[in-house]
Nanobody, 115 residues
């Protein structure tokens, strides 16, 4: 059974930075693609970023390109989302997802950006 635990969320002023972490249990992490999604109040969950099993070629939704960076450390079973130049519209619950034959989701971490 895979469990994903996100951390690093919080309250930050516009223009600030946060780094989210997602740590996975189980032995499938190093061979699995990982992704970050977010869900703002009253909105559907949306894709933010994804990365392959080896950390190559991360890709991002247009609204975060140039501001967010996704990376992974397979030795630590952890993926990261470095978020810079945060905007109020980045406010959401952020979820990580492990992409295997079955998708696994974390419980989410709240990010609030004040103007």
């Amino acid at each position: 059974q895979v469990q994903l635990v996100e951390s690093g969320g919080g309250l930050v002023q516009a223009g600030g930075s946060l780094r989210l972490s997602c740590t996975a249990s189980g032995r499938t992490f190093s061979s699995a693609g990982m992704a970050w999604f977010r869900q703002a109040p009253g909105k559907e969950r949306e894709f933010v970023a994804a990365i392959g099993w080896n950390g190559g070629n991360p890709y991002y939704t247009d609204s975060v390109k140039g501001r967010f960076t996704m990376s992974r450390d397979n030795a630590k079973n952890t993926v990261y989302l470095q978020m810079n130049s945060l905007k109020p519209e980045d406010t959401a619950v952020y979820y990580c997802k492990m992409r295997t034959a079955v998708d696994y989701w974390g419980q989410g971490t709240q990010v609030t950006v004040s103007s």
